[in-house]
């Protein structure tokens, strides 16, 4: 697992953001906007799990006007928004149970990184947590943005 942007030779098959990931593609910053175009560039699917909205959303339009802007440029021609099914809700108990932690945003996050085993990345502000989850992941890459 590496923790810096994944120099790809072609596209991930999935890109998936913890709430950090989210948050960190919002603003106007020159980095913001770098990861920005990284991930649209790179990223053939771009996930965000249902509960890692819960982590970034206030409920209320104007305080949540910049992540709903991301959330609308991410999702420009596929699906971004998904709620994790009963396979990777599962996958996510056993990533859990193994790390030994007792958070399951993070878990669900890495078991939607998981997938089908195809090669993907998180994208993340706190790396540590997610390495103990993937561990044993070798298709997974953790980006630290």
């Known amino acids: 697992m590496k923790t810096q942007r994944p ?8 890109c998936v953001l913890d709430s950090g990931g989210l948050t960190a593609l919002c603003g106007g910053s020159a980095a913001a906007r770098a990861d920005l175009y990284w991930v649209l560039g790179f990223a053939h699917g771009i996930r965000i799990p249902t509960p890692i909205l819960a982590e970034c959303t206030t409920g209320d339009s104007g305080r949540d006007a910049e992540v ?7 999702g420009r021609g596929s699906a971004v928004i998904v709620a994790p ?11 859990r ?42 298709n997974v890459m953790i980006w630290k943005v």
Do not use: C, F, W
């Not at 709903?68 to 991410?74: K, V």
């Open 68 to 74: 709903n802007r991301i959330l609308n440029i991410l």
């Open 97 to 138: 149970y193994l790390a030994r932690t007792d958070d399951g945003i993070d878990a669900l996050v890495a078991a939607e990184a998981i997938g089908d085993g195809t090669k993907s990345v998180v994208l993340t502000s706190d790396p540590k947590d997610l390495q103990r989850l993937l561990i044993r992941s070798h």
């Open 85 to 95: 099914t009963e396979e990777t809700a599962r996958r996510a108990g056993r990533l």
């Open 7 to 14: 120099m790809v030779n072609g596209h991930v098959r999935r």
